[in-house]
């Protein structure tokens, strides 16, 4: 019988351009023996609205996207929603776009996505240009002094591991609240503190760097309460996503010529992805967070005795 090969053993023979069976036995004296030169000539250039952070992460996760799950995760979030052209839409947090173009071609909803990070939020847009959606799948950049839209104006709202960067959760959920219809929706997913850890756990120190702060299940629920938002539905996604970060590394692992030469091109932006994941990861694993799935519908108003 053949050995198991595990992931990491695969992962580092694509890298290295060696058959897995290679790297079993005597690793060191392979790894340095066996390094295949970088095929520059399979690499296209960089277009002037993209980086190398921005090729790498297409390229794990595919076209038009920044984190796991593609299409198939977006479609699973918005289907509570029930869209039709009817509806307008809005994805906080959209990264490179991928969700508003898959809302916006799937279901034909006009869908507006706000980015805080620039140089994603550019190449958002240029890929929605490239795509003939410059105006149904709009991409504009999130600015947090500058996030005001009319009030009830929006049918639903997309927010994916986006929540969990910024220390104002409180007001950004307000305004979100604000924009939204009466009877509105919103499906948001965060990564949020487990139950019995605290916020100073040694285990979160790789995020401290990013200074992000982790808010527990129930401080969001509290804050759909405040907010007249029903809760409808709260689960634990951690399981699930883990299996779309491992999925995403698998098939670049097994990747062709072309995806090979792109990663040893850009190799600093390769780790750096493959440490941004590895630390999210290990935390869902040793149950240090969570990935908590909400849907929310804003409560219909109340009318006033004089209407009635």
């Known amino acids: 019988m053949k050995p198991r090969i595990s992931f990491g053993i695969r992962l580092r023979a694509w890298w290295q351009g060696v058959a897995p069976e290679d790297l079993i036995g005597d690793q060191s004296k392979n790894s340095k023996s066996r390094v295949v030169q970088k095929e520059t000539s399979l690499v296209a250039p960089l277009q002037d609205w993209e980086n190398g952070r921005i090729r790498i992460m297409q390229m794990i996760w595919g076209a038009g996207y920044n984190m796991p799950g593609g299409g198939e995760h977006v479609s699973m979030l918005v289907k509570p929603f029930g869209l039709d052209p009817s509806k307008s839409m809005m994805v906080?947090?959209?990264?490179?776009?991928?969700?508003?173009?898959?809302?916006?071609?799937?279901y034909g909803v006009w869908t507006t996505g706000y980015e805080v990070e620039g140089d994603l939020a550019h190449a958002g847009k240029q890929l929605s240009v490239m795509a003939g959606l410059d105006r149904k799948a709009e991409?504009?950049?999130?600015?947090?002094?500058?996030?005001?839209?009319?009030?009830?104006?929006?049918?639903?709202?997309?927010?994916?591991?986006?929540?969990?960067?910024?220390?104002?959760?409180?007001?950004?959920?307000?305004?979100?609240?604000?924009?939204?219809?009466?009877?509105?929706?919103?499906?948001?997913?965060?990564?949020?503190?487990?139950?019995?850890?605290?916020?100073?756990?040694?285990?979160?120190?790789?995020?401290?760097?990013?200074?992000?702060?982790?808010?527990?299940?129930?401080?969001?629920?509290?804050?759909?309460?405040?907010?007249?938002?029903?809760?409808?539905?709260?689960?634990?996604?951690?399981?699930?996503y883990r299996q779309m970060i491992l999925r995403g590394w698998a098939e670049l692992a097994q990747g062709d010529p072309v995806k090979l030469a792109t990663a040893r091109a850009f190799r600093g932006e390769l780790e750096a992805e493959l440490a941004y994941w590895a630390d999210r990861m290990k935390a869902l694993e040793n149950g240090v967070l969570k990935l908590q799935r909400f849907y929310v519908i804003k409560k219909a108003e109340a009318k006033l005795m004089s209407n009635w």
């Open 92 to 106: 906080f947090g959209a990264g490179l776009g991928g969700a508003v173009r898959t809302i916006a071609t799937e």
């Open 139 to 240: 991409m504009q950049i999130y600015v947090p002094g500058d996030f005001e839209l009319s009030p009830n104006s929006i049918d639903c709202i997309l927010s994916a591991e986006a929540l969990y960067r910024y220390k104002n959760k409180y007001e950004i959920l307000g305004k979100l609240q604000k924009y939204l219809k009466a009877k509105g929706q919103m499906s948001l997913t965060d990564f949020v503190l487990a139950p019995g850890v605290k916020p100073d756990d040694p285990r979160l120190k790789p995020f401290n760097k990013q200074q992000l702060e982790f808010w527990r299940a129930e401080q969001y629920e509290q804050r759909f309460r405040e907010l007249s938002l029903d809760l409808r539905v709260t689960e634990d996604i951690g399981d699930k």
